[in-house]
């Protein structure tokens, strides 16, 4: 496994950031609630890939409400909590161990819907190559794509770790406390990456607030909304 998977392996093996919370996430509910809202997509018997699902708390959520979901995850100790939690609700989820930066075993033009919440910010920059051009090729005409990712904008933390503790590619930084390497863009930079492949149709940044090591630390992030 990469040195990031092993760096999330242990992560979720003992927490220090990673939450198993296994409610979906607020800012994932908000774009389902965009789609139905302003789009008029109804979320239901739709094929949905999530990325880097983690312990499955958007993957559950969305199974629970007849959608056929792929869920990949890099770590298995996420993933064989991803798969009891879906046992537990009866739900059925194709959680598969992979590596979002390398080619998914999954058809052209077959999904309606891809997450990517928080995920994609752990690929370098050969693997982020691969998850465009895969997510792309996977997504049917007129699918969409929910990314949250971390922005660089107006973030002191992010501006002084990129100074103290740069990893080797563009905008990244090391966390050091747990090893794990972070890409972080700033609007342009993101609009660039994104546009090659799809429409933007909202993008917004948002704040955050988590503990880390016992410490409360501001996170930005994009909230993007795209369609191929
Ligand atoms: C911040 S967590 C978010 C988890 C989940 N999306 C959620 O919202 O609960 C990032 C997740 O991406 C996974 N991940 C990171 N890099 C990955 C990769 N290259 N391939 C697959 N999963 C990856 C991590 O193991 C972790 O579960």
Same mark, same amino acid.
């Given at each position: 496994?990469?040195?990031? %998977? =092993?760096?999330?392996?242990? /992560? &979720?093996? =003992?927490p220090l950031f990673v939450t198993? =919370?296994? %409610?979906?996430?607020? #800012?994932?509910?908000? +774009?389902?609630? +965009?789609?139905? @809202?302003?789009?008029? &997509?109804?979320? /239901? #018997? @739709? =094929?949905?890939? #999530?990325?880097?699902?983690?312990?499955?708390?958007?993957s559950n959520y969305l199974a629970e409400r007849s959608n056929n979901v792929i869920g990949i995850e890099i770590s298995k100790t996420a993933i064989d909590l991803a798969k009891t939690r879906a046992k537990n609700l009866g739900v059925v989820v194709d959680y598969k161990m992979g590596d979002i930066g390398n080619n998914y075993e999954i058809e052209n033009n077959s999904i309606d819907l891809v997450l990517d919440v928080t995920s994609s910010n752990s690929l370098d920059e050969a693997g982020r190559d691969i998850y465009l051009n895969e997510v792309n090729r996977v997504l049917k005409n007129g699918g969409y794509f929910f990314v949250r990712a971390l922005a660089k904008d107006g973030n002191k933390n992010v501006k002084n770790l990129l100074k103290i503790s740069p990893g080797k590619e563009y905008d990244t930084y090391i966390i050091k406390e747990i090893g794990l390497t972070e890409r972080v863009f700033s609007r342009e930079d993101f609009i660039k990456t994104y546009n090659k492949y799809f429409k933007i149709l909202k993008l917004e940044k948002k704040t955050s607030y988590t503990t880390f090591n016992n410490r409360i630390y501001k996170r930005d992030y994009w909230l993007a909304y795209l369609q191929k």
């Open positions: 496994m990469s040195h990031q %998977g =092993n760096t999330w392996e242990k /992560e &979720y093996r =003992n198993k =919370n296994d %409610g979906p996430q607020a #800012d994932t509910l908000r +774009f389902l609630k +965009f789609l139905k @809202k302003e789009q008029k &997509y109804k979320i /239901e #018997d @739709k =094929n949905i890939l #999530d990325l880097g699902c983690g312990t499955g708390r958007n």
